[in-house]
């Protein structure tokens, strides 16, 4: 459990961040989002005290970060940034394996570890393993900057826009990427970033920052239902409101007994996604998959009854 | 295949003949010295006069990499920020002193020999080493930077495994000009006395003689052009290996 406390940071007179309170549960990945100057990278940047704080405490598991140095601190806890910042003069796997070296782990055990984290992010380690950053594509450079955040399984990973500079399409498959690995690894994950459709996309909770100041904290549905004020609902947007509040449940939860035309949709797959189908095929149900085998179907009227309840 | 791939066992060669066997190339001197006069330097051997000369260039430049690599280290860290400019102008002064004013005044304190002209060659290698070094570590990718503290590399790591790695092929481009630069100012060293290849064109001047100028000149040239090429190989592999 990730506790921050009163957390402050004041520039002259301005104050970055101005008295943020909040808790992280293992586990869970926590979306900061805000704009430019929301005080959000600040934040995320005290609690590896890569800025320290002017008043205020993190604790990671109960014990506090000020009882640590600084860089023993940081070497428990992962960090991705945008732009991958890999060492361009090393091997992807020395890239990889920087924190264990730095936490002498035999040589073995961190061969092992960089080809199961390569392998994780299906990156085949004998053809990736010798290469140096310059000779992989964006979103390999950036898939081993996570690869290393994540090499000495930290208690706590913080990631700083790790997807900004990735193209759309790359970006989408990176935050799946990140889904994935977290379901598999189960680590506690912060991350910052200024887009809301991110933030309900990765975030079991999302938290909202305007003026160094902490607007909102709660479930992706609460946030999209109930902004606390005019700068939330402004982030979430009111038109894409409730696209937003659909692609978060998943088929799953809507599927009823019977029959529909055209091709299936995964269960995982979100009312979002089975909207758009209806919308686009003129159908007025979609049929539902499970494990490659029909389960029932998803009706248009049943999508529309669910998007008026607001939770 | 590029030109240099013959240019440069081409010159290698030459330069080993000329150092090694000065004997042969008395008929394409000879038309250059005066009547009478000998065609090929015989007061002593080209061979030890040229390591001498090589001998006080490595020296004087390797001091000068040492002192200047340090301070550059020091005022690109936050507490020695301040001392920046002071260390930028005593390295100006350095390079703007005539190597033949330092060699005048350096005689009287250190005699006659290679004393002097090290401390001219020391002087004068400083401010391109010192100035490269500097902007290498004053522009280091920043995200690279930013990853290396926030994964836990404390200072002396962060220096010793990502600056100082990553700011050597800028280093040494530095090291470079220093080093050619000493090569050729090297020669005034003879003046006061220190053996090296300017031994043969004082000589060649005070009599007359072209042969001698041409031949310690070629000499002194070619190592030059040698040298320059091998550490812009050098650079050129780094500098593979650290773009990001």
């Known amino acids: ?311 | 295949m590029s030109i240099g791939t013959i240019l440069r066992p081409g010159l290698t060669l030459l330069l080993l003949a000329l150092v090694l066997k000065p004997a042969w190339f008395a008929p394409v001197f000879a038309p250059l010295a005066p009547q009478g006069a000998p065609v090929i330097y015989e007061r002593a051997s080209l061979l030890s006069l040229s390591l001498s000369h090589l001998g006080l260039v490595a020296a004087a430049t390797a001091a000068a990499t040492l002192v200047s690599v340090t301070l550059a280290i020091l005022v690109t860290r936050q507490a020695g920020a301040a001392f920046r400019p002071l260390s930028r102008t005593i390295a100006n002064m350095g390079q703007t002193f005539p190597p033949v004013a330092v060699l005048a005044l350096a005689v009287p304190a250190l005699g006659f020999g290679a004393g002097p002209t090290l401390v001219a060659l020391f002087l004068y290698g400083l401010l391109p080493i010192f100035e490269n070094t500097v902007t290498a570590l004053l522009t280091l990718p920043p995200a690279t930077m930013e990853a290396a503290r926030g994964i836990g590399l404390n200072r002396w790591q962060r220096l010793v495994r990502v600056e100082l790695p990553l700011a050597l092929p800028v280093m040494l481009t530095g090291i470079r000009l220093s080093a050619v630069i000493a090569l050729g100012t090297a020669t005034i060293g003879s003046t006061v006395a220190a053996r090296t290849l300017g031994e043969v064109i004082i000589a060649g001047l005070l009599t007359n003689n072209t042969a001698y100028v041409l031949q310690g000149g070629l000499i002194v040239g070619l190592f030059a052009v040698l040298i320059y090429d091998a550490l812009v190989q050098l650079e050129a592999y780094l500098a593979r290996r650290t773009r990001g």
């Not at chain 1, 921050?4 to 101005?18: L, P």
């Not at chain 1, 796997?93 to 992010?121: H, M, Q, S, T």
């Not at chain 1, 310059?134 to 706590?156: F, I, K, M, T, Y």
């Not at chain 1, 937003?244 to 995982?268: H, T």
Request: glycine letters at 8%; charged letters at 25%; hydrophobic letters at 40%.
């Open chain 1, 1 to 311: 459990m990730i506790e921050i406390e009163r957390i402050t940071k004041t520039y002259g007179d301005v104050h970055a961040v101005d008295a943020v309170t909040m808790t992280a549960q293992t586990g869970t990945i926590t979306v900061i989002v805000g704009t430019s100057g929301s005080g959000k990278t600040t934040l995320l940047r005290m609690i590896n005290r890569l800025e320290e704080p002017t008043s205020g405490e993190v604790r990671i598991k109960g014990q506090s970060t000020l009882a640590t140095e600084p860089h023993l601190l940081r070497r428990r806890i992962g960090y991705a940034i945008q732009g991958h910042g890999l060492f361009p003069h090393y091997t992807v796997a020395r890239n990889i394996g920087a924190v264990p070296e730095l936490l002498n782990w035999p040589k073995a055990k961190i061969r092992a570890r960089v080809d199961e984290l390569l392998n994780l992010f299906s990156m085949d380690p004998a053809e990736f393993r010798h290469r140096y950053p310059a000779e992989l594509s964006g979103g390999q450079q950036q898939r081993v900057g996570v690869a290393r955040a994540l090499a000495s399984r930290p208690d706590l990973m913080l990631m700083d826009e790790p997807f900004g500079a990735l193209d759309p399409i790359i970006r989408a498959r990176a935050q799946d990427d990140l889904r994935r690995i977290h379901k598999a690894l189960g680590s506690t994950i912060m991350l910052v970033t200024h887009d809301m459709e991110e933030a309900i996309r990765l975030g079991d909770r999302v938290a909202v920052m305007d003026e160094g100041k902490l607007i909102q904290h709660g479930t992706p549905a609460e946030i999209i239902a109930q902004p606390a004020n005019g700068f939330v609902a402004d982030m979430v947007g009111d038109v894409e409101r409730p696209l937003r509040l659909l692609s978060l449940i998943p088929l799953s939860d809507l599927v009823e007994d019977g029959a529909a035309p055209g091709d299936a949709l995964p269960a995982e797959a979100s009312l979002r996604d089975a909207l758009a189908a209806c919308l686009w095929t003129g159908r007025n149900a979609v049929p539902v998959e499970h494990d490659g085998a029909v389960v029932g179907r998803v009706t248009f009227d049943a999508i529309r009854a669910r998007a008026q309840i607001h939770p």
